[in-house]
């Protein structure tokens, strides 16, 4: 009975999403206050049944529910508790839902955290967030319905992926989609305000908080996505340039490009019509990046089911609600009610506006070149071109040039005035800063053993943004030695590229990988570190058996760590996974990863050496804090 | 609302056109790409063997293993070679498909029973059928390699002269037999029915 009670929650919030929208769009353009009004208590009621719904397929994955298809082919009864919970977003039906559950969720905090706007901004942004609800639950009943039975039930379910049965999957996704949902606000609002024909700066500090947030999420869980695929997938990589990476990573852009422009406009009130747009282009890159996952367009580790009538449903809807968008954007954004006489606005080439333009561009255009390698390959077969991959080669040396610009502007942009500014004593006040970071990181270059430029380039490009951003702190200090939020969130996440900047060019430059036989009792030396092969034993686990080698790492004579990387077998499905054994320090990792048996209790293993590789997810967690340290300001809750 | 006039600035009409072109460029490869997202073909790369000579072979039956077959044998008439295990999931579904394919009689079915136990083997053809006109045993996968071979199923379909000349990799299904497979055979047949008129009208 209680899959069919989930098929009707779900219909109904769809009728709630209709109300929530509808009407108060509606009201909002003839005026009509009680239609409006009825905005706020549809997105509860939409929040509260598609909560409902998602406890519904919940139970039936705790209860072993089989005659729940999506349950039989994503769960077994060997799977561990914790697994079953987050089974439910497992595949293709299940993780629809948790789009819409968080979509519905980001709507219910909007419906109770807006009540300060004007009632027709509220009813506007409200209403397209329940647009936006309309074509996902429309999507989920009629194309991918979790709660359709399998009749007679199975004894046995099918078991859940076991790549995905791992702590980091368990809450990558969820984090992923309230930062993809998240740019539902900053979108909903960039609607509202080309329907209500003016950008006013009070509506801007409204919804930075609430960008700020959702890109802060992003950054978690791309974060995550890229430390699970470190230690699960056993090549001991970050990031791979992965379509369903770049996915991610193109909203990513957008929203940091998009949280430096809000700022901008809400402050000085320039850069209006292009917050607009960048608002409609980071949450059209979310969709675009759930699609290009969800519809196999593209194949990679993401992708679930191919099936063309689905990929075409979510497609459709994805053109008329952007292509709507950038419609009304191209029709009023000329005639948007900017006050012109507005003292704080105008800027000269030497200002912070000026260099807050030069980084939207950057990222924007870093943005567009992850766009076209990633649908590269899809085009040249379009064009009958062949098959081609673009890979790291590509995309490595672009962003880095892109990025170099960026980091060298970087420390300058707090530290120069609004409007117009002296260059030189911006540059007095840096350029010793700037020598001592070349200094050090000549210094480094010299010291490396390998890749020397590169150790060079990570070091100087961390030390100037370290630099720059502790000079700011510095002339805090010393004026009034007040810091708001929103200045501390911003210092975080600059200290939060150079610790990435750390992370990333180190790892990169100082990585050493050996691939070796191993006999019981042989041990092997690489970068300093002895690493001792102790033999394999058997583990039975809960729902896998295991080969578990057993590693000790010695570094100067001392042993430093045990290390148990496995080799797994899954019972349901037979499929084969590697757990890395790691030991992990700020200093650097040491990843092991057992490859094949050779016979005579000898294994082929797999070595790392990974220098600072930690930094690079501390440098994308301080970038979230910073984010969401920001976002707390009491500025943004003054009416 | 502020009371004086909104100063009109109109968005170029060449940025609209850009806009606007971009968009549906990006539309129309999106829709390129999800019809062809069912295609579990779309990414196999094309086997550098097709208009080839197939690689030689001398292989022993599974059922005989005292006899070998050796690939100069197999000429004068087109063959379909379907590599399989008994390991393999994927060829238990395409079987059905393949027997109903190979009962039409069309042309010579062989089996190659790749990196598999000749016990197991021949289990899983007592069990489900054995559509093969003769199956030839390969427990080292020597072969497979020659022949390009990354994953079971995959078939070849080789003409009379020795030819590769279509290739598929995956579990066949009825609609790759009848849109793909059939086709390929019948360009074989028209090739040969058309070499076989020009050594008739020749002097």
Known sequence: ?639 | MSGSPAPRRPLPPVAIVIGVLFFFGLLGLMIYGVMKSDDPQRDVLPSALIDRPAPAFALPVLHEPSLTVRSEELRGAPYLLNVWGSWCAACRDEHPVLTRFAETKRVRVIGYNWKDEPADALHWLEQLGNPFMVVLSDVEGRTAIDWGVSAAPETFLVDGSGVVRWKYSGAMTQAVVDQKLIPALERIEKAQADAGNALHTAP
């Open chain 1, 1 to 639: 009975m209680l899959p069919e009670l989930g098929q009707i929650l779900l219909l109904t919030a769809l009728l709630a999403a209709l109300l929530q929208s509808g009407l108060p769009l509606l009201g909002a353009h003839r005026g009509i206050a009680a239609w409006m009004q009825v905005a706020r208590p549809a997105a509860l009621a939409q929040l509260l049944l598609v909560a409902g719904a998602f406890g519904v397929l919940t139970a039936a994955f705790v209860q072993q529910d089989f005659s729940v298809r999506y349950v039989a082919e994503n769960s077994n009864s060997l799977l561990p508790m914790v697994y079953r919970w987050s089974a439910v977003w497992g595949a293709h039906e299940g993780s629809l839902l948790l789009w819409a559950l968080v979509l519905a969720a980001w709507t219910g905090a909007v419906a109770l955290g807006s009540q300060r706007l004007p009632d027709t901004v509220q009813a506007r942004v409200l209403g397209v967030m329940g647009l936006v609800s309309i074509g996902f639950l429309a999507f989920l009943i009629f194309t991918s319905n979790p709660f359709a039975r399998l009749l007679p039930a199975p004894l046995e379910g099918r078991d859940l992926n076991p790549l995905l049965q791992d702590p980091g999957l368990i809450i990558h996704p969820p984090m992923l989609y309230l930062g993809y949902v998240g740019f539902s606000v900053p979108f909903a609002f960039a609607i509202a305000a080309l329907l209500d024909g003016r950008v006013d700066t009070r509506w801007v500090r409204w919804t930075r908080p609430w960008t700020n947030v959702a890109w802060a999420f992003l950054t978690v869980g791309i974060a995550l996505g890229s430390w699970w695929a470190y230690y699960e997938l056993g090549w001991g990589g970050w990031w791979f340039w992965d379509p369903v990476e770049n996915a991610s990573f193109m909203p990513w852009l957008a929203g940091a490009a998009l949280i430096h422009s809000q700022a901008v406009t809400e402050k000085r009130g320039s850069f209006a019509s292009w917050t607009l747009l960048l608002a409609i282009a980071a949450f059209a890159l979310s969709l675009l990046g759930t699609f290009l996952v969800r519809s196999g367009v593209l194949t990679s580790v993401h992708s679930f089911a191919a099936d063309p009538s689905r990929g075409l449903f979510i497609l459709v809807f994805l053109a008329v609600l952007v292509g709507g968008a950038l419609a009304l954007y191209a029709w009023r954004a000329g005639s948007l009610d900017v006050d012109s006489a507005d003292p704080r606005r105008g800027f000269t080439a030497t200002s912070r506006e000026t260099l807050l333009l030069a980084n939207n561009l950057l990222l924007a255009s870093a943005c567009a070149m992850v766009l076209l390698g990633t649908l590269y390959p899809l085009l040249a077969d379009a064009l009958g071109l062949g098959k081609i991959s673009v890979g790291p080669p590509y995309f490595g040396s672009l962003f880095l040039l892109l990025m170099a610009p960026m980091v060298l502007l970087l420390p300058f942009g707090p530290l120069v005035k609004w409007q117009r500014d002296q260059p030189s004593r911006v540059v007095a006040t840096l350029a010793p800063w700037l020598a001592l970071a070349v200094l050090l990181g000549a210094l480094a270059w010299w010291q490396a053993p390998q890749n020397g430029w590169k150790v060079g380039l990570g070091i100087a490009a961390a030390a100037w943004v370290t630099f720059g951003t502790a000079r700011f702190i510095w002339l805090r200090l010393r004026g009034n030695g007040r810091f708001t939020a929103e200045m501390a969130g911003m210092l975080l996440g600059h200290a939060g590229v150079a610790v990435f900047l750390v992370g990333a060019l180190l790892v990169e430059a100082l990585n050493v990988q050996r691939e070796v036989a191993l006999a019981p009792g042989a041990s092997v030396t690489v970068a300093g570190h002895e690493i001792r092969f102790e033999g394999v034993d058997h583990r039975e686990g809960a729902n896998f058996s295991a080969d578990r080698g057993h590693l000790r790492v010695f570094r100067d004579g001392r042993e430093r760590a045990l290390l148990h990387p496995e080799k797994r077998q899954y019972a349901s499905g037979g499929q084969v996974m590697t757990e890395a054994g790691i030991d992990a320090r700020l200093s650097g990792d040491v990843y092991v990863a057992m490859g094949e048996p050779l016979g005579n209790n000898a294994w082929a293993v797999r070595v790392h050496i990974k220098p600072f590789v930690r930094w690079v997810w501390l440098g994308a967690l301080l970038m979230a804090l910073g984010g969401l340290v920001a976002a707390a300001d009491r500025r943004f809750r003054r009416p």
